[in-house]
């Protein structure tokens, strides 16, 4: 009796599974009908995306809480000396509820300290890009230039942006553009790095169409060499971007005054680690954004697709 049964139940969940197709290719043909084969494409591939994007989510969840506990084990074997999650999350919802106040120049909210460092992160990193892309066009494309420069890079590339801070203050006499000197001087290596070699990978193929129908230069820099160096040079940009807010907190940490860093400095100084790694959230969320941002440019910019 027992294997009948077992029987029974297995033909009737096929038969469940079979009708629950049929049913689903029904409907998308009547779909198909109403609105169009491309339409119910479309939102195939969005209920797919969202469905991916859902478990994504859940599962960044599932991180973030086991996160959280071994933070709370910390806290506990340190006896509180390290602020738990609690702790920290009612501080940084007291930071959050009033970003933009004003009581001074060490006194300043979180959203004004971000912006001051979003200003320099930007001007530092779009001053390196200016001069990453097009030497690294030069580098790529000539071997000559590459064996000249390249041993210059790498020797360049090691150096610590604290190392940089000096040289940085004794050209430009102030604090504040030293740091955007060292976000710069810092962040362009991986964007240069990334340019050369897209562009010194073309294919061969590539370079004799351009030949055979006689491209000029311009030419074959918009038709060819940018839109197969593109994805790199995004790679580059990703890569740069990180460097530069990773950057920002040792060299406002070092010129004081205003920004993210001297916040987390300060706030040291003022025996408040629950704003200390307040802060360090912050930063690594927005370091996550802008990771994220890039990386759907790469996406959207893959060469071939």
């Given amino acids: 009796m027992k294997p009948a049964t077992s029987l029974s139940h297995t033909l009737k969940g096929h038969t469940i599974i079979r009708v629950a197709i049929a049913y689903k290719l029904l409907a998308e043909r009547k779909l198909s009908k109403i609105f169009g084969t491309k339409f119910v494409r479309l939102l195939k591939a969005m209920l797919a995306m969202t469905h991916q994007g859902v478990q994504s989510s859940l599962l960044a969840l599932v991180g973030f809480l086991l996160l959280c506990v071994v933070w709370h084990l910390i806290s506990w074997f340190t006896k509180e000396e390290l602020p738990g999650p609690v702790a920290t999350l009612k501080v940084l919802t007291q930071m959050l509820s009033n970003p933009f106040y ?24 779009g001053i390196g890009t200016l001069i990453a892309i097009p030497l690294g066009i030069l580098i790529g494309s000539q071997p000559i230039i590459k064996k000249i420069l390249y041993p210059i890079v790498n020797v360049l590339k090691p150096v610590s942006p604290l190392a940089w801070f000096p040289i940085g203050l004794a050209a430009f006499k102030s604090a504040p553009n030293a740091t955007i000197f060292i976000i710069y001087i810092t962040s362009l290596w991986p964007t240069l790095i990334n340019t050369a070699f897209g562009v010194a990978s073309i294919p061969q193929d590539h370079k004799n169409v351009a030949r055979a129908f006689g491209f000029s230069r311009y030419k074959y820099l918009t038709k060819i060499l940018i839109p197969y160096t593109l994805p ?24 004081g005054g205003t920004g993210i860093g001297f916040f987390v400095w300060d706030s040291w100084n003022a025996l408040s680690l629950e704003k200390v790694i307040s802060a360090i959230l912050i930063i690594g969320i927005i370091g996550l954004l802008f990771d994220k941002l890039f990386t759907s440019l790469e996406k959207l910019f893959a060469y071939g697709k």
């Fill in 102 to 125: 004003d009581n001074g120049p060490n006194d300043k909210g979180i959203a004004i300290q971000l912006w001051y460092s979003m200003i320099r992160v930007f001007t530092g990193f």
């Fill in 232 to 255: 790199h040079i995004i790679t580059g940009l990703r890569l740069s971007i990180g460097v530069a807010w990773l950057v920002i907190v040792a060299g406002e940490m070092l010129s």
